[in-house]
């Protein structure tokens, strides 16, 4: 992780729509910065704004009815006022996204290798076929089969999780800095979701891109996430390292997600704790702490937007959007201790009043 | 795909068929008239139906009748009783005048009703799509029979800008067939354009909320190239089935209304004069011939359409 | 350029926004519910629709303004007479040939026509034949398009498979000439199938044979829906609680078909109609000396050149009435379907 420049800097973004209902806002105000070569999670329930402020990156979400506000800065270029041409250039070769859907993301009638050659060949001259080899030397890469028969298949002849390593093929196919990924294993079997994150961890690795991956999955961030933004109601509301969300959380949402995660090694508890209540409608948010209708712990100063700050002592990248002090919020986790990602990578232990080692 | 395509034309074949029957059923069957006396018009004497009801079996039990129906239509044994005309030779000469003005304004109203939908689609909710919207709408209310008479009166015989009907065979000249063609490709267009530019512009509205186009978008296409090479060409397959649909029966039916009232004295309006004076025979043959016609494009249609979306071919 | 697509989220708010005791509350809607207030809320279309009715309302009062207004009937004819105008004395029709036009009085209001009758009298009975042919045919085709495409659907199988032979068959027929085919195959000797005898010059006729004609269109998408409704989970739970075909049918698919139904019948009506029209034109549909907007249009385009007006006006009632059906339906449409019109707040 070099300390240099960050390659995508995101300052109070806002996203709203004007709709017969009412002013919908999908993003309330999110900073954050993706560092070279990092992977960033995105991680939230459905409604939470981070598929909106992912796409919005790539100007994805302009529309008539669409208002923004904030920046969003690809080095020097503003991206939320970037012209056509200047988006343009930066989809698919500089910022490049992998879709959730395959199935509906694809172009039904058109073969798959055309659609992969036809993002190459809007970035560089190539010629029909260079382009087509380009096409089969990534689907060999992302590790499907007979590639060389595969490139002039419809995406309705594959199976899921084959479409979706086409998906990050054509991602990948210009050599992007930066990669963002919504929900990419979410449509997939348990099984080949860890086979294609991980073939997605090593091409990354390989190529050296930068990752924002949206997800609701913890289990999938552990396995390839450098740092984590926790979003709710369109705001985020815890950010730091992995491992300081995970051994440390400082936000009551965080622990309700953390703390409702089902455990195979621990007895099983009555109930699978939840947190009470449902999230604000995208129209109508609570003044103040939008998690506050829910929390146990609120008082009057969450009427009061709390900033996102940091408040850990020693931990200057680990910020939280919680009025509480630090120790406050140590003394009122209580999370069941141990957290298992995919592969049973990171143990974690919680205990009540401490940070773990 | 070769089997899609066998087994498309076996199912053409049994359709032609039952066709045959059901025409057959129509005109001879189901009426509750002697069926020598209908075909022999008005003031037949004894003699004459008699001989009819030899000529055409209708002594003999149903099915005889039918094949013997089916013999006079396909041999070009077809007489007119109320005009004395051989009903196949006059369906040979009018053909052309029906076809001239059918392909005509297909290429017509598929033009202007891509050009129309996609814009309207682009320019959705503004001033431009209403307003071209709502003349699409009024092009939908005015009846084709109702227009064109009034154009071929205005236009042509009180203005004199287009002549005032009739036809001029492509062969002699031209210019004059294209001249003469104008008004009833013009007037026959109109609802079609009307309800093509308004399905095209519902399809394309529906796609640019694909996903997909917005994979395309991701991808770095210019608008223009994602308008074109996604958006339009996924919006008119849907199109392409409806259009073959509708030439079939452009040709086989609304053609018919166009061609009397611009007195161009195609397959059409030979069947309306036959209808007015309850002349049978030429409207047995002409309404077979036509359903005919309808299966046969509309099969050539789902093969194209299955070249076009290749999940077709599955079915 | 920015190209409009109603975002997914701005979609995925079918919500309505309760006022409530100084908070606001969030409640769900049905989905007949929102599309009623869309529909409320489309002036335009609801103005049209208005127009359909004010239509069907003056031909229903034909025999009023004929009798108390016009004083004459459809049929009569007044080649000889003569009307007083200002004072001075006219010929209804004169030695030429020609009619009078219009006289924007209580007789004659818009005219004589070639036979001598007044226009605007047949003009309104002409309207009551049309649209009752018009809207009897579109019910007509309703039904037998809902039980067809229901029993096609549901049943599927051999069943499935003689309805659509069936309809396809219908189908092959350009609408048009099996129309006229039809009617003249039934004009010369009526109908005859079982108890149902109807004479040559009977209404019913063309109205049955337009809703013959017609019901392909609307009973394969219907059968399609039933296909996919079939087999949607709450009809396998109706079953599960032992309910029989015939009432799964009644109280699970035909709710769930009301909005596609709601949305195609103007639309059906506009097109039967059309139809009808086109079908009298010809001389294939009502048989004169009945008036029927058709064949009004075609004498009148037949004596084009002592006086266009003549097809001109029942023209302009017959694209009045269209217009109105169809933008109304398509109002319709729209209400009821949410991606079809884009919605941008007029800010």
Known sequence: MSSAEPILRVSDLEVSFATDEGLVRAVDGVTFELAAGEVLAVVGESGCGKSVTAMTLLGLTRSANARFAGAAYYGDTELLGASDAELQQIRGAEIAMVFQDSASSLNPVQRVGRQIAEQIQAHEKVTDAQARERAIELLERVGIPNARKRVDAYPFEMSGGMRQRVMIALALSCDPSVLIADEPTTALDVTIQAQILERFRELVAQMGASVILVTHDLGVVTDIADRIAVMYAGRIVEQGALDEIFYDPQHPYTWGLLGSIPRLDRPRPKRLPTIPGLPPSLADRPQGCHLRPRCPHEFDQCAKTPPLVARVPGAAAHLDRCWLSCDRKRELREIEPGVIGLRGKHEVELTKGGAGS | ?315 | MAIEPASELASAVPEAIVAEGGRTRVAGLAPWRIALRRLRRNRVALAFGALFLVIVAMCLAAPIYASQIAHTDPFKNHLTDQITIDGVKKDVVAPSGVPIGPTYSGRFFLGADGNGRDIAVRLLYGGRTSLTIGIGAALMSTLLSIVAGTLAGFYRGRVDAVITQILNLIWSFPPVLLGIALGTALALGGLKIGPLELDGDSKLIPSIIIAIVTVPYTARPLRGQVLALREKEFVEAARAQGAGSLRIMFSEILPNLSSTLVVFFPLMVASAIGFEAALSFLGAGVRPPNPSWGTMIADGVERIITGPHLAIVPGVMLVLSLLGLNVFGDGVRDAFDPRAKVRVRRS
């Open chain 2, 1 to 315: 795909m070769k089997r899609f395509v066998i087994r498309r034309i076996l199912g053409m074949i049994l359709v032609l068929f039952a066709i045959s029957i059901a025409t057959f059923c129509i005109f001879n069957v189901i009426p509750n008239s002697d069926p020598a006396q209908r075909l022999a018009g008005r003031n037949p004497t004894k003699g004459q139906i008699e001989a009819i009801r030899r000529q055409w079996g209708f002594d003999k039990p149903v099915y005889v009748q039918y094949v013997k129906t089916m013999e006079k239509v396909f041999t070009g044994d077809l007489i007119s009783y109320v005009s004395q005309i051989e009903v196949d030779k006059e369906i040979l000469q009018d053909a052309p005048r029906t076809f001239s003005l059918a392909i005509g304004a297909a290429i017509m109203w598929m033009a202007f009703a891509v050009a129309l939908g996609l814009y309207t689609a682009v320019r959705a909710g503004r001033f431009a799509d209403r307003f071209l919207t709502a003349l699409a709408l009024i092009g939908i209310s005015m009846p084709v029979f109702w227009i064109g008479a009034l154009m071929s009166y205005y236009l042509g015989f009180k203005w004199n800008i287009f002549p005032n009907g009739g036809y001029v065979p492509l062969t002699e000249d031209p210019l004059q067939w294209a001249y003469h063609l104008i008004m009833p490709w013009t007037a026959l267009s109109l609802l079609f354009i009307g309800v093509y530019s308004r399905i095209l512009r519902s399809n394309v509205l529906d796609t640019i909320n694909d996903d997909y186009v917005r994979t395309a978008r991701a991808k770095g296409l210019s608008e223009r190239q994602v308008l074109l090479r996604h958006v339009l060409r996924n919006s008119l397959i849907p199109i392409v089935t409806l259009w073959g649909l509708d030439f079939g029966a452009v040709v086989g039916g609304g053609a018919l209304l166009t061609e009397t009232v611009f007195d161009l004295q195609g397959v059409g309006q030979y069947a309306a004069e036959s209808v007015a004076q309850l002349d049978v025979p030429p409207v047995l043959a002409i309404v077979m011939f036509g359903a005919f016609f309808v299966v046969v494009v509309n099969t050539v249609v789902d093969i194209v359409y299955a070249t076009l979306d290749p999940r077709i071919r599955l079915t």
